[in-house]
C-alpha cells in the first residue's frame, strides 16, 4: 500500500510540474508583454526572456503549482524509498 501511495505522489507531481510548464507555455504566447494595470496585469513572470504580466489570481496560483509538484515527487520520493524491503 506504501508503494502505491509512493508512486501516486511521484505522478501527481510529475502531472502537476507538467500542468505548469504547459500554462507557462500557454501565458507566454497568450498574455500581453506590457503591463496592463486597468486590467489588473501587473505581475511580470519570465519566461525564458518572454516577459508577460498576469494578474493578482494567476500569479499565485502559478507559484502554488509549481511548489505543489515539487512537494508531491519529494513526498512520494521519500514514501518510496523508506518502503524498502529490510533482510
Not at 489588473?40 to 519566461?47: A, D, W
Request: net charge positive; with cysteine.
Amino acid at each position: 500500500m506504501k508503494r502505491f501511495a509512493a508512486v501516486l505522489l511521484i505522478a501527481l507531481g510529475l502531472g502537476s510540474f507538467a500542468f505548469h510548464a504547459g500554462l507557462m507555455v500557454y501565458y507566454s504566447n497568450v498574455l500581453p508583454r506590457d503591463p496592463r494595470p486597468e486590467f489588473g496585469r501587473t505581475y511580470p513572470i519570465n519566461n525564458h526572456g518572454t516577459v508577460v504580466y498576469l494578474t493578482e489570481c494567476e500569479q499565485p496560483e502559478l507559484t502554488w503549482l509549481y511548489f505543489a509538484a515539487f512537494a508531491f515527487a519529494l513526498s512520494g520520493g521519500v514514501l518510496f524509498a523508506s518502503n524498502k524491503k529490510k533482510v
